[in-house]
């Protein structure tokens, strides 16, 4: 029978085959567990070495396996600061659960983090979400289709129904390219607001996804008020007047310095 130790140690293996390396309290709230408890796994002594070590607070592999073949789509240009998002984001994906992805270049990195014995339905109108849905050997992808635009990698069609329109997802995942104190939420496409606003409209859980960089910056398409949102998760601690309209507007913020859930 696999102990708890195992399983921590294998699911960290799963993990670090989609990126170099994980901080340590990414890792324990992807876990669950307290950091001490991850770090009580490596100092245990085991008679095989374990594929994993720590350096400097981050967890990486001994040796990292080969990559697997590329598809032939080229992967989308995301921040190396997308990273922490992307486990934070995916640690919020539960069984069973019905979840919209946003166009982000993010959000291709947060599919691969969730965990793959995990079974949900992911709904999308990017061609390379779509793709990293279906390499998911548990998740069913839902497409909303329509005419494909190359230049944001997206489907629309605004003439026919949209499977948003009867389905209610339990979290929505949204992109920003900026967050402001006067201006809200933005996004430099105009042409995705009617989707992501569709999703805010019938999603149980709207989280936005906005690392620290972007704050203070403001894109042409407004897409609302922060606090039109449940959850904020970012990579750093936010700004103060960041924290306290979060703290005004009952928005929860993530991040790896906060405590798990």
């Not at 939420?185 to 709207?206: E, I, P, Q």
Request: charged share 25%.
């Amino acid at each position: 029978m696999e102990t708890k130790q195992k399983e921590r140690i294998r699911r960290l293996m799963e993990l670090l085959k989609k990126t170099d390396r994980i901080h340590l309290k990414e890792a324990a709230r992807m876990l669950e567990v307290s950091v001490m408890t991850i770090r009580r796994d490596f100092s245990q002594e085991s008679p095989d070495p374990l594929p994993l070590t720590l350096l400097g607070g981050y967890i990486v592999m001994v040796n990292k396996p080969a990559q697997p073949v590329a598809s032939s789509l080229p992967p989308a240009p995301h921040h190396q600061d997308d990273v922490p998002l992307a486990i934070l984001a995916a640690g919020l994906v539960n069984e069973n659960d019905l979840v919209f992805f946003d166009n982000g270049a993010e959000m291709p990195l947060v599919i691969s983090m969730i965990p793959d014995d995990i079974t949900f339905t992911g709904i999308c109108y990017s061609h390379r979400v779509f793709v990293a849905l279906n390499e998911k050997a548990n998740a069913t992808a839902v497409l909303c289709g329509g005419t494909y635009r190359a230049k944001s990698d997206a489907f629309y069609d605004a003439n026919n129904p949209s499977p948003l329109d009867s389905l209610n997802p339990r979290k929505v995942f949204i992109s920003a390219s900026g967050v402001h104190t006067h201006f809200g939420v933005t996004w430099f496409n105009a042409d995705d607001l009617a989707t992501k606003r569709k999703a805010m409209d019938h999603g149980l859980r709207k989280i936005l996804l906005a690392r620290h960089a972007l704050f203070d910056e403001v894109a042409p398409a407004s897409l609302g008020a922060l606090s039109a949102f449940d959850v904020l998760i970012s990579d750093r601690p936010l700004p103060t007047e960041y924290a306290a309209q979060c703290r005004n507007g009952s928005v929860k913020v993530i991040t790896p310095d906060s405590e798990s859930e």
